[in-house]
């Protein structure tokens, strides 16, 4: 979610008004924006914009314009979207370039001087476009320019990366295109986009903007002409909010493109959404009339055409999240103010209840506490030194359900790098912890694990174990067989233990659960190599059970 | 209370050891620990415990410690105080028959080889007896035997001591013979052990004379000290008393069964779920991206679907479970809309990566499960479940967390009933007196909303978000009526409810820390 950074002087500015914190607030609650550091000694405030879908409210000029009530249709506003003068700047884009990087969209600001604090803005939402929206410049890139040094037509082509050279920005001396991709720091932030490309496009003759420049060439460069194209209808607008005189550039294609082989930008991409009046009442259980409805989305900014309870609805082109009627549904609720619905129950009956499985694990857990067991709770990410290593387990030996372990293939850290497949290397880490705590220790955790289980669709099997482990001066087998024995006598049912031999378990003390000839556990005294790995100092025995089998 | 009530309570719990060690010590001319060991006719354990007892009741007090060096016998010297040691035995056999074959002397089987070589070679070092023909011992020196006569005199003096002497109450000479054989940290060897051990003297305290005359003005009643299945079938105890304990001593400590804390909140989120007629669902650990997201509209391209955001399982297993129908028909929903009567996201969709598995970043997950699965109409459901995130684990951020969520579907639903769902939670799971509604943004909800709530303890909070299924979520899946999705952050309020800040906490592997927050709160009224 992108953070954008503003002064709460250039914001009062845009919405011809003055603003407090508490103002503020109100105001970005209905563009889904919070504050998140308000410093007004620094005239500087930190605002979070959680609404993924709408990369035209990222900057302070795009919250303005949602939040000002507007007055009249965009298109009034913003006549640039328009495609009605021929514009006299021209881009040509070659046939070469759709293999890397196919499109371009373009326009020209006048008559607006950039100053300082502008300058930052723009570059700003120039940032913020690029990263948070076209995925770190992959989709999306773009460039600011002084207009006065280019001269039309400007051509959009591949060129060598080892043949063409320039002087670039804040370097003294001349270097080749693949130079600065390696060594200029724009050049380093843009090479992602080009990985594997062998020859690279760019625009020729070009100058980066200073403050002071009252007219710049805008160009936004990707791989998608719908992103593209957006990105150049919020940077017109937000210009055009600024005072600027936006022209637009006739865009000449070599190949076929949605918007056809010759089109101006910015464009109006804008799709109408077609909703009913019943629709909308249904979704909001309310009972609005036309005129509500058409005066409150009017209010927000969208265009509208009745036709009886039919409502064609249109948004600016500087926005393209209206996919489905519904969009246009929380539109009216937010314009309208969701305080202004009452909540209501619904009226319709349910039977609550717990699954089978958790109401037999609960019903488990408080028949272990009565045994004197302290239930415990444990993280399910762990190492392969805790899961493997310290349990002195074959990790290759795959038919112990233990060593099928789900491995993350991109990890942070190694310290949460596996998902447990057993409950005892948990129930371990807390005794390694806790030799402080007095003895005897009796505890357990009935939880989640998850193994691998390539025979079946799923590929993995999340299952509910309980384990349980005891530890102190004279904890041994028959101890622990005595409480699991106290357990099954609860459940009503036979069990028998069948011995065994497990890496993690003392040889002879170790045997597997086994109810109706089914193995559903095991329990065994640790074997002290296992204790030395914890640093557990106790004498400690634990049994393991996979509850779904009992 | 009163002293003499106090007095009473004081006299009526003594051990019978401790009235014996008093009755002995009213009289005793010395009070220090060989005396009372020596003469109380109690036992040396049983000295030690009537002492500590006392001492504990400030009946008596510690006047002065010394160190002393004691003497007592091994297992060995024991044996030899019995027996007399091996080289006077086979002395005294020389003597009595004039002469022994040396043969004879290592065939006896009244000691262990080794005595019995080492007795041999001592006799001959002596100089007490002489090797005449035919390998056999005569005694030629008696005098040169009374280096063992004093070794078994210093041995029966110690036995009659029972065993246990200072090492000053010996001669100097009887000094001289104990370093000879005591016991250098082997634990077989030697006859003597010398341990400094530290000797107390006491004094009696201003209560000891009150005490001790309550206890000597006692009738002599015997009391028994537990009661057995034999003295309750025999009937002995009638008549008798039972010895008073010190009920204010500690007692010794254990756990417990008890159930973990932040589980027991769970707990009771689980009850109050319920309670309002919500059904648990349940889904996996590992889940494959369609159920996580693209069930759910995320498009494939979304930025929270990187590497950097979510858990891939290794060597990228594809989940096989998942219906092709219901692949495509999802598929459609995010190229062009499909039949939702949305427009789409406009990109290919990848119907191979959709099926690869991930660990579930979000619980919404399992709700597109139940849609898909064909839900109750209408139905409430809810879910506790374990979630992962590409995060750095730090004080807000465990490694893996519980997330609580869930769907309410019907003909009924719509934005209101959806206000009026989370105005309940609110009052019923957060108790808060007043409540906000806020747009959100999900990609799954539209409209979407958070909710904020000022709860009594912590004030304002954002307590969940919410929203109705978008028709490219629901259609695909199967389901053509309103959905309520719903999702609350309840972790500070288990924090705040266990006084912990830190969320690592509530997975703390302390046992100590656990048993701390293992208290059982009462709801107020």
Request: glycine share 6%; net charge negative.
């Amino acid at each position: 979610m992108p953070t954008i950074e503003v002064t709460l002087s250039d914001f009062e500015s845009l919405l011809k008004e003055k603003l407090d914190q508490g103002k503020l607030e109100d105001f970005l609650e209905k563009v889904k924006g919070e504050v998140k550091d308000f410093m007004p000694e620094t005239d500087s405030t930190k605002i979070e914009l959680n609404d993924t879908n709408r990369p035209d409210l990222w900057s302070p000029e795009g919250i303005a314009r949602q939040v000002r009530p507007a007055e009249k249709p965009w298109l009034e506003t913003y006549p640039f979207f328009e495609q009605k003068l021929k514009p006299a700047a021209q881009v040509h884009i070659s046939n070469a370039v759709s293999a890397v990087r196919p499109y371009l969209a373009a326009c020209i600001s006048r008559n607006m001087s950039v100053t300082e604090p502008i300058l930052e803005q723009l570059i700003q939402v120039q940032e913020k476009l690029a990263d948070s929206f076209g995925r770190n410049r992959q989709m999306v890139s773009i460039g600011l320019y002084r207009l006065k040094k280019i001269n039309f037509p400007v051509y959009y082509d591949l060129v060598d990366p080892e043949r063409t050279a320039f002087v670039p920005l804040g370097f003294e001396t001349s270097m080749t295109l693949r130079e600065i991709i390696e060594k200029h720091p724009k050049g380093i932030a843009y090479a992602n986009t080009l990985a594997g490309a062998d020859q690279f496009p760019i625009l020729k003759d070009a100058g980066e903007v200073e403050a002071g420049d009252a007219e710049l060439f805008v160009e936004v460069t990707g791989t998608d002409l719908r992103m593209v194209t957006l990105a150049i209808n919020i940077f017109a607008a937000n210009l055009a909010d600024r005072g600027a005189d936006i022209e637009a550039v006739e865009l000449h294609y070599a190949q076929e493109t949605d918007f056809g082989t010759v089109f101006q930008t910015p464009y109006d991409l804008s799709e109408p959404v077609t909703l009913t009046l019943s629709e909308l009442n249904r979704v909001l259980g309310e009972t609005v009339t036309v005129d509500e409805a058409v005066n409150s989305l009017k209010s927000y900014g969208l265009d509208i055409d009745t036709e009886g309870e039919k409502m064609t609805v249109r948004a600016a082109p500087y926005r393209d999240d209206l996919m489905h009627p519904i969009d246009v549904v929380e539109d009216f609720a937010i314009s309208r103010g969701y305080d202004s619905f009452d909540p209501v129950l619904p009226s319709t009956f349910t039977v609550g209840a717990l699954s089978e499985i958790e109401q037999f694990s609960d019903a488990l857990r408080h028949v272990m506490t009565s045994l004197g067991f302290e239930e415990v709770v444990s993280n399910i990410l762990g190492s392969s030194e805790d899961f493997i290593e310290k349990m002195a387990l074959n990790p290759e030996d795959k038919t112990r359900p233990e060593t099928r372990i789900v491995e993350i293939e991109n990890p942070m850290t190694e310290r949460f790098s596996l998902l447990r497949s057993w409950i005892l290397p948990s129930l371990l880490r807390v005794e390694g912890t806790s030799s402080k705590a007095f003895y005897p220790h009796r505890i357990f955790e009935a939880g989640e694990v998850a193994r691998l289980a390539p025979e079946t669709p799923d590929q993995t099997e999340t299952t509910i174990q309980l384990g349980a482990l005891i530890a102190h001066p004279a904890a041994n087998f028959s101890e622990l067989h005595a409480l699991l024995d106290a357990l099954f006598s609860r459940l009503k049912g036979a069990y028998q233990l069948d011995p065994a031999t497990h890496p993690s378990f003392i040889p002879g003390r170790f045997g597997h659960i086994v109810v109706d000839g089914r193995e559903v556990g095991l329990i065994g005294e640790i074997q002290p190599a296992v204790l030395d790995f914890w640093q557990i100092g106790m004498p400690t025995a634990a049994f393991e059970l996979m509850v779904e089998k009992l | 209370m009163s002293e003499e009530i106090e007095l009473s309570h004081l006299v009526e719990a003594l051990h019978p050891l401790e009235k014996q060690l008093l009755k002995f010590l009213a009289d005793a001319p010395v009070m220090d620990d060989p005396n009372i060991v020596a003469h109380s006719g109690l036992k040396t354990t049983q000295v030690s415990t009537a002492v500590e007892w006392l001492l504990a009741k400030k009946v008596i007090a510690v006047s002065a410690e010394e160190e002393t060096a004691m003497v007592r016998l091994t297992e060995i010297g024991k044996k030899y105080s019995s027996t007399k040691n091996p080289v006077l035995r086979m002395a005294e056999e020389i003597l009595e028959r004039g002469e022994v074959a040396i043969r004879e002397l290592q065939q006896r089987n009244d000691m262990e080889a080794e005595e019995k070589s080492r007795a041999i070679g001592a006799l001959k070092s002596s100089g007490a007896v002489s090797v005449i023909p035919g390998g056999r011992f005569k005694i030629s020196d008696e005098s040169k035997l009374s280096p063992f006569r004093d070794l078994q005199n210093v041995i029966d003096l110690l036995n009659e001591k029972e065993g246990l002497a200072p090492l000053s109450d010996f001669s100097n000479s009887d000094q001289a013979i104990i370093e000879t054989y005591h016991r250098k940290r082997s634990p077989s060897k030697g006859i003597f052990r010398v341990d400094l051990e530290v000797k107390r003297s006491y004094e009696k305290t201003a209560l000891f004379r009150p005490v001790y005359e309550k206890v000597a003005s006692e009738k002599v009643v015997t009391t028994l000290s537990e009661l057995t299945p034999e003295i309750l079938k025999d009937g002995s105890w009638k008549g008798k008393a039972f010895r008073k304990y010190n009920i204010q001593l500690p007692p010794p400590r254990m756990g417990g069964g008890a159930l973990h804390p932040y589980k027991a909140f769970l707990d009771q989120v689980k009850t109050k779920f319920i309670s309002m007629g919500f059904s648990e669902m349940r889904g996996p650990l590992v889940e494959s991206e369609f159920w996580d997201m693209d069930a759910l509209f995320m498009p494939q391209f979304h930025p929270a679907r990187e590497i950097h955001d979510v858990y891939f399982v290794k060597n990228k297993p594809h989940d096989n479970s998942i219906p092709k129908a219901m692949i495509d028909r999802v598929a459609a929903a995010h190229e062009n809309g499909g039949e939702s009567g949305s427009r789409g996201w406009r990109y290919p969709f990848d119907s191979d990566r959709t099926r690869r598995l991930i660990l579930r970043s979000q619980g919404t997950s399992v709700s597109a499960r139940v849609l898909g699965e064909g839900p109750a109409n209408p139905g409430k459901y809810f879910s506790i479940a374990r979630c992962f995130r590409y995060d750095q684990v730090d004080a807000t951020h465990a490694p893996d967390f519980f997330q609580v969520e869930g769907i309410v579907l019907g003909e009924d639903i719509h934005f209101r009933t959806l206000l009026g769902l989370l105005t309940l939670f609110a009052k019923e799971v957060a108790k808060a007196d007043k409540i906000k509604f806020l747009p959100a943004y999900f990609p799954f909800t539209e409209p979407s909303v958070e909710m904020h709530v000022r709860h009594p303890q912590l004030g304002w909070m954002e307590l969940g978000g919410a929203g109705l299924f978008r028709p490219e979520v629901t259609g695909p899946l199967g389901v053509d009526v309103p959905v309520i999705a719903w999702g609350l952050g309840l972790d500070r309020m288990a924090m705040i409810a266990l006084g912990i800040s830190d969320i690592r906490d509530l997975f703390s592997a302390d046992l100590g820390l656990i048993r701390e927050k293992q208290c059982i709160r009462r709801a107020e009224r």
